[in-house]
């Protein structure tokens, strides 16, 4: 992806106009659009400052991290997308190409049955937002444009991210996950929605691991734990415990 199409994008999804980042960063709107465009480059100094504002990593433009996004102020990064393109979005497929461990969970709302049977259409459990987590510990939070759309992927992403696990030696974390009224109406409100309302499901990856039916001694959850902790792929791990 080009520079000047991760700033537009970027700012698209966060529903920032030309005019909002052109005034803070003190710069022209037609420089931001002909940059924008690809037919203006702005410079260093000016990407500096506005890349921040869009969380786009400026280490990321000095070529010293492949990551291209990262909260200053270390919250939640949000991002709107809209829901007939999620498949094709560009700042999500940035992310996905570039991290090399990658925790997520699909959130679902909570749902009545009425609610279930209008959008078995979409998922078994309809997406409302998604959320990831990398290995430098950016928060990512996904939600299409109206709060009343539901992201209708949920399947082909998920094959996506094993395929790219299998080809890459990638690592990660997937889950759908049955959030609370409270949460799914602070996700809906938008910018009420902070990274500390959303933690606590990163906190309980380790517990979801072990299966609750099986009787493990405490040296086999410290094992699980450890190989999710240090984001092993469990199939290496097994291989090197025979050897």
């Not at 949920?154 to 990660?172: A, C, M, P, V, Y």
């Not at 799914?184 to 409100?189: A, L, S, T, V």
């Not at 990274?195 to 990163?202: I, M, N, P, S």
Request: hydrophobic content about 40%.
């Amino acid at each position: 992806m080009r520079v000047a199409e991760l700033f537009r994008k970027a700012r698209e999804a966060k529903g920032l106009k030309q005019s909002e980042i052109a005034d803070q960063c003190g710069i022209s709107r037609s420089a931001l659009a002909r940059f924008e465009t690809g037919s203006l480059r702005l410079a260093d100094e000016n990407l500096s400052i506005i890349a921040p504002l869009l969380d786009i990593n400026p280490e990321f433009l000095n070529g010293n991290t492949k990551i291209p996004f990262k909260s200053q102020s270390g919250e939640l990064i949000k991002f709107v997308v809209d829901k007939y393109h999620v498949n094709t979005d560009l700042l999500l497929k940035a992310i996905l190409t570039t991290c090399d461990v990658l925790d997520v969970f699909y959130l679902c709302p909570p749902l009545t049955i009425v609610d279930r049977l209008r959008h078995l259409n979409i998922a078994d459990n309809p997406t409302y937002a998604l959320l990831l987590r990398d290995e430098q510990g950016n928060v990512y939070l996904f939600r299409c444009k109206s709060p009343k759309d539901f992201m209708a992927w949920d399947n082909s992403i998920h094959s996506w991210f094993f395929e790219q696990r299998r080809l890459t030696g990638k690592s990660g974390y997937y889950d759908p996950r049955i959030i609370s009224k409270d949460l799914y109406e602070k996700i809906r409100d938008w910018d009420d929605v902070s990274k500390g309302d959303v933690e606590f499901l990163f906190s309980q990856m380790n517990q979801d691991l072990i299966f609750k039916e099986l009787a493990l001694s405490e040296d086999e959850k410290k094992l699980i734990t450890y190989i999710r902790d240090q984001h092993l792929n469990p199939e290496d791990a097994i291989l090197k415990l025979q050897q």
